[in-house]
């Protein structure tokens, strides 16, 4: 069994007898406006230092950040419908953009000019130390976890570990 549901993957886990060190907290998301400077082939990028990623979509690039103080959640309270959250209208999310951009841009200068097309808000799954969990999880036969690749779907890596819960 592969477990790769996002912000409920720890209860799986643990319905499977395993456990996972994540927490769903929120997530800000931005996608530019469509360009020819961002294409499908261009790799998911992890950038520990401005506490974002970025990854192409939808013709644009999509970069996302997290809160200073992270927004967490108890996925047990979670709505199955993850809209029903008050993310979205959560005018805070700009003051993230404002708050961070700088430190994102050291990586991508073209972010405090590029034409910005959508904002959303939403929780995704961290661990503690920021380094994924991917693989087996141990005592636990024939299970394996990609908590988040409910979000990611078929991105290129620059890092990856094995699970170690």
């Known amino acids: 069994m592969i477990d790769a549901a996002g912000p409920w993957a720890g209860l799986i886990a643990r319905e499977a007898g395993g456990h996972l060190p994540i927490a769903p907290v929120r997530s800000h998301y931005w996608i530019t406006a469509k360009s020819p400077e961002f294409n499908k082939t261009q790799p998911y990028v992890i950038l520990p230092d401005a506490n974002a990623y970025a990854r192409t979509e939808m013709g644009g690039l999509l970069f996302g950040l997290r809160d200073r103080v992270c927004l967490s959640h108890d996925p047990r309270q979670l709505p199955s419908d993850l809209s029903e959250l008050p993310y979205n209208s959560d005018l805070e999310g700009w003051n993230v953009l ?68």
Request: with cysteine; proline share 7%; glycine share 10%.
């Open 98 to 165: 404002e708050d961070q951009g700088s430190e994102l841009a050291r990586f991508y200068p073209g972010v405090e000019t590029t034409q910005l097309a959508h904002y959303i808000a939403g929780p995704s799954t961290y661990t503690p130390d920021g380094q994924f969990v991917l693989g087996s999880v141990p005592d636990t036969d024939g299970f394996l976890v990609g908590p988040w690749v409910l979000r990611v779907r078929n991105r290129r890596f620059w890092r990856c570990r094995k699970c170690y819960c």
